[in-house]
């Protein structure tokens, strides 16, 4: 059997890595034979975004022949790519379409092919406004469009488990599918923390492009300070320049490493995910609370995008809603390091039952056959 996977981005984007690359080698061992074809952020595009900060390092009047040559380049290499994945389609049994929308020509090539398709997403992107994006209006309709019409034509939407996202694939759907974001084995192979120092690191760790909820939340991470001097806060971050913001506390930063992302991750006494109420969070899969309880990381988190059936208040996660609630749930696990360790292994527990790499990757083998009738 053979699946073409048409992902937003290569394995630098998170969701795209998420959702397939972390599966490819397990597919295979199955004899699942897995194509990855980028469909957006495409090696080629990182590749003219390096070029183009290298150039902005030049005079203004040096800057622009290199630069429209470069993107010429990329613009053609583009249109290959996009025959390529066109080229593609009529040998696959199935095509996985993670988060990757396609236009009109793509949709009608799968309809006249006969081809059965799943559609996968694990953020809000049929709302009207995302978070990361400048639309005009009409790009933003035509986007809500072509998402409605993938939902409906599909074979299976997969969606992870945010009850926003399951409301939505259910009501459109022929069919809807919840597939967790599963948690890599190395995050529940290392029980040792690591980079521990004297005091209390309230950890973060986020792309740039989200870092306003992190801002939202400055006047809580204030008054702990003041509360509580031993504490500082550690940033982990990519995707984009640090933005600066005076928090009240002392700051670490640290660029996010695949590589080290669980020895960061465990060096944190408590993690925090901050979301503002938004149509668009309401949707994201949480998975930063995922992974802090894949660590046995106790948790501070806004009750949005998260599913509460594993995800339960004081049993295996804090929740708090206003700067007054997340002042009071901060300080009560840095003042009570019992409530951290039960916090932390209860949390770890359900994070085994719930996200585990096996699990995960079994439903989506058993789908994937189900959809291709093997």
Known sequence: MRVLFV???TRSV????????QYVDRLRSEGIDARVLPYAISRRYERFLDSVRRLKRLPRIAYYPPRLAIEAGWRAGHAFDRLRLLAEIPA???VYLQKAVLPRPYRIALRALRKPFVFDFDDAIFTAKLSDREETRAQSRRRVRAIESLAREANAVVTNDSPFLEEY???RARRAVVLPAAVEPKFFAVPERSDR???IVLGWVGLAVNFHNLRWLGPALAEVGRRHPEARLKIVWGGGAFPEF????PVEREAWS???EVQQGRSFDVGLLPLVESEFNRGKMARKAIEYAALGTPAVCSPVGLNFRVFR???TVLLARTHEEWVDAICRLIEDPLSRARLGMAAAAAAREHYSFERVAARLIDLLREIAGR
Not at 246 to 249: I, N, R
Request: proline share 3%.
């Open 313 to 315: 208040d004081g049993e």
């Open 197 to 199: 120092r004297a005091g």
């Open 7 to 9: 992902t937003l981005g």
């Open 169 to 171: 694939a259910q009501a």
């Open 246 to 249: 005076d928090f009240g506390l």
């Open 92 to 94: 696959a049994d199935v």
């Open 14 to 21: 998170p969701s795209s890595r998420i959702r397939v690359y």
């Open 258 to 260: 695949y590589e080290r």
